[in-house]
């Protein structure tokens, strides 16, 4: 199973709304997970189960999608959200990756 | 808390070996499997192996199946990647990461909740 994220790159303002998509080659249901990392360090997970928010991840973040589309949305992006985001399917193995999205400043 | 850290990374030369080791500590560890994944220089995440909680299963991709191999040691609660035949596309820092699992309406939804630092492997004559 390939993932493909859309955009790769992405300029965006504090406040704005952001949505990262992520496709996969086949149906993978719920079974995806979505990754924060930032410049020197681990990932940290953000979503599971597609919609499910991790312990301590701020609301602004969601997640939605099942089957092969899925969307990663940060609703009034914060200073702190300027990272690397990655999708993930569990569904199978190899578990593979997105090839990330780049969310920076504008 | 839930911590992992990572050591054994270092310099080798290609057609070299390298063992990484991951020590656990705050949960228990032989209740979960470990991934190892990794990534290269300003290059995205790739998933590396995979051991279940009692080692009984593993899985490995195919960049590296037959010359890594994944193991641990629940007494010691360490995971390991014995690193064989290294080449310079093996050059990456790499994470060990326990999975998490949820249970809704019947089905589990795994997760990678616990990472790493990560330690870096270098392939270089």
Redesign the interface.
């Known amino acids: 199973i390939q993932l493909t994220q859309s955009p790769s790159f992405l300029s965006a303002s504090v406040g704005d709304r952001v949505t990262i998509t992520c496709r996969a080659s086949q149906g993978i249901?719920?079974?995806l997970?979505w990754?924060q990392?930032k410049p020197g360090?681990?990932?940290?997970?953000l979503i599971?189960?597609a919609s499910?928010l991790?312990s301590g991840v701020p609301s602004r973040f969601s997640g939605s999608g099942s089957g092969t589309e899925f969307t990663l949305t940060i609703t009034s992006l914060q200073p702190e959200d300027f990272a690397?985001y990655?999708c993930?399917q569990?569904d199978s193995?190899?578990?593979?990756?997105?090839?990330?999205t780049k969310v920076e400043i504008k | 808390q839930e911590q992992l850290v990572e050591s054994g990374g270092g310099v080798v030369q290609p057609g070299g070996s390298l063992r990484l080791s991951c020590a656990a500590s705050g949960f228990t560890f032989s209740n979960y499997g470990i991934h190892w994944v990794r990534q290269a220089p300003g290059k995205g995440l790739e998933w590396v192996a995979f051991i279940r909680y009692d080692g009984s299963n593993k899985h490995y991709a195919d960049s590296v199946k037959g010359r890594f191999t994944i193991s641990r040691d629940n007494s010691k609660n360490r995971l390991y990647l014995q690193m064989n035949s290294l080449r310079a596309e093996d050059t990456a820092v790499y994470y060990c990461a326990k999975e998490g699992v949820a249970v809704k309406l019947n089905y589990y939804y795994y997760y990678m909740d616990v990472w790493g630092k990560g330690t870096t492997v270098t392939v270089s004559s």
Do not use: C, E, V
């Open positions: 249901t719920s079974y997970a990754y990392q360090n681990a990932p940290k997970l599971y189960g499910t991790q690397t990655y993930q569990l193995y190899p578990r593979a990756f997105g090839q990330g």
